[in-house]
């Protein structure tokens, strides 16, 4: 991490307008019980930068009360250690199998409580908002979201998960939408 990104440590997206600092520290979520991809990425005046990026995933064949601690737990070191102004997630939406999408709402849950409790601001982003901003069309693949994270963010050419693709591609379309 570079020298600069501390000084702006625990600055909300509030402060950070009211005093005119153009520096953004987002945490781009892609919420999921199964594998969850976070990502954080930064915008210095007209930069953006990619810092880091992974996935947090659980055993099926544990209890889901214990699938959702670990979530909890490991996102929160990611916050601990890059301590974000501002969180970004994509909205949820109704899979044809309801207990997919409760177990999905579980996730979000937990992850918007953590968020809550840092005081990070939130902005939520359909998925075809998220495909649109990163490659001119709504209903991209997944294949093409990678490629063009790729080549809008350097750092990002070794990442093959879509998962982490996809929390880039959320933090990208905060920072580039100026949604904070």
Request: glycine share 8%; charged share 20%; hydrophobic share 40%.
């Amino acid at each position: 991490m570079e020298s600069w990104i501390p000084a702006f440590v625990g600055l909300t997206s509030e402060s950070c307008i009211k005093n005119k600092i153009i520096t953004m520290i987002v945490l781009g979520i892609d919420p999921a019980l199964g594998s969850l991809g976070w990502a954080v990425v930064v915008r210095q005046s007209t930069k953006l930068k990619y810092l880091a990026s992974g996935t947090i995933k659980t055993n099926s064949k544990d209890e889901i009360h214990h699938r959702l601690a670990f979530i909890n737990i490991t996102l929160e070191k990611v916050i601990l250690e890059y301590q974000p102004n501002m969180a970004a997630i994509e909205e949820i939406f109704v899979n044809t199998n309801s207990l997919t999408s409760l177990k999905l709402g579980y996730a979000r849950g937990v992850i918007m409580s953590l968020i809550g409790r840092y005081n990070l601001g939130l902005r939520e982003f359909k998925p075809n908002m998220v495909k649109k901003s990163v490659t001119g069309y709504g209903h991209a693949e997944k294949e093409q979201i990678l490629h063009m994270i790729k080549l809008l963010l350097p750092g990002t050419s070794l990442i093959t998960n879509s998962d982490e693709g996809d929390a880039i591609a959320i933090a990208y379309t905060c920072l580039v939408t100026k949604s904070y």
